[in-house]
């Protein structure tokens, strides 16, 4: 999606990827190797002017040979401060962004002492490498402590009260080379076991200056350039910090079609130094994922202001393999078009 918003602009790109059939290669030269493969990291900086990533797992040794080359935008220690859920939730505290309670757990006594301190429910997570509600594990009594242990143990993790939050937000911010900055409308994002299920931009949310605080203060500490998402939970009317990703996001792919820019332009416009397109929205939308297996196209293709993205990947249960943006000149058409796409696609949602 990268690549497509760029090629308007007159950019090329070349894919590092370790995925045999990664799904930009029609897009581009796909360099297929490991992420620390140096010699894939030479030809690729050789090949590139400026470098980025769309995956918040690159490792951080790949980012710095990269870095040291030429440049990576954003800086290698987004990336670091992303990866390990612990490091994360204390630099949202350094900046006083409010988090939910949360303690590490790295044995089992560990774990009943953070239990402790958070309460239960909670909500049992790996520090790194987890995403669409991978390596979690919810604590509901001391009955679940030793089977959560020794489902996610032998890895550093982290204990969190669960939350029980009235919706869940994302802000998509976006930083310019010069430090200019601007905001997507907050998106009220539904997730079913752990994967974001719709995202809907909302025009006006009482909480937008918030989470812009929020976003801002986070951007000029990581010197950021490029698009940030920050995911809260919103709790008696106020946000409580979820997770950052350093990147372009899945509840900003309705920018596609719903915003003046969308996130995957005005990312490439901050990490080649261009000023930023305008975040306003062009109506009103909602994003579906389509998780496991896409519909057929005849039967999306019929459904009207449906925007299909398919992403050319071999279905697979719990797979992201594409997502459609429904579009409305307003909120009102928009709520009223919401019910038949639902039982239109009743069978794949
Ligand atoms: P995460 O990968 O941490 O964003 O978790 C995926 C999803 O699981 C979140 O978007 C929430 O829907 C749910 N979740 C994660 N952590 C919590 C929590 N502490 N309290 C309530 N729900 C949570």
Redesign the pocket.
């Known amino acids: 999606m990268l690549a497509l918003a760029g090629y308007p602009l007159g950019l090329e790109f070349v894919f590092l990827d370790p995925a045999a059939e990664a799904c930009a290669s029609p897009l581009g030269a796909h360099l297929h190797a490991d992420y620390v493969d140096q010699a894939a990291l030479t030809t690729f900086v050789q090949q590139i002017d400026v470098a980025t990533y769309e995956f918040e797992n690159v490792p951080v040794l790949a980012a710095d040979f990269v870095a040291a080359r030429i440049p990576l935008r954003p800086a290698p220690k987004a990336l670091t401060a992303g990866q390990d ?1 612990l490091g994360e939730k204390q630099l949202f505290q350094q900046l006083g962004i409010p988090v ?1 309670r949360y303690a590490p757990a790295n044995s089992l006594a560990e774990l009943q002492q953070a239990a402790e301190h958070t309460g239960l429910p ?2 049992l ?1 790996t520090r790194r490498m ?4 991978k390596g ?1 594990a919810r604590l509901r009594g001391a009955a679940d402590f030793d089977e959560a242990w020794r489902a996610l143990g032998a890895q550093a993790l982290i204990l ?6 009235e919706r ?1 937000v994302s802000c998509l911010g976006v930083r310019a080379l010069d430090g200019s900055v601007a905001f997507y409308p907050l998106v009220e ?1 539904v ?1 079913r076991d ?1 994967i ?1 299920r719709t995202s809907r931009p909302r025009a006006n949310d009482p909480l937008q200056a918030e989470a812009e605080r929020h976003l801002r203060r986070l951007m000029e500490h990581l010197d950021y350039v490029g698009v940030l998402a920050f ?1 809260f ?1 919103v709790v008696d009317g106020q946000l409580l910090a ?2 950052i990703a350093p990147r372009v996001h899945n509840s900003g792919h309705w920018t596609i079609e719903g915003a003046e820019t969308s996130q995957f332009e005005n990312h490439l416009r901050a990490i080649t130094g261009l000023p930023l397109g305008s975040t306003r929205l062009r109506g009103a939308s909602l994003m579906l994922n389509f998780i496991g297996e896409l519909p057929p196209l005849r039967h999306l293709a019929a459904i009207e202001n449906l925007h299909v993205h398919q992403y050319g990947k071999t279905p697979k249960p719990l797979r992201k393999v594409g997502h459609a943006t429904l579009t409305a000149p307003s909120t009102v058409a928009l709520d009223a078009a919401i019910p038949p796409l639902q039982a239109a696609l009743a069978a794949y949602l």
Request: proline share 8%.
């Open positions: 859920r939910p909670a909500v997570k987890g995403y669409d509600g979690q969190e009260a669960f939350v029980p939050f869940e994002n997730h752990g974001l995911e939970f979820n997770e």
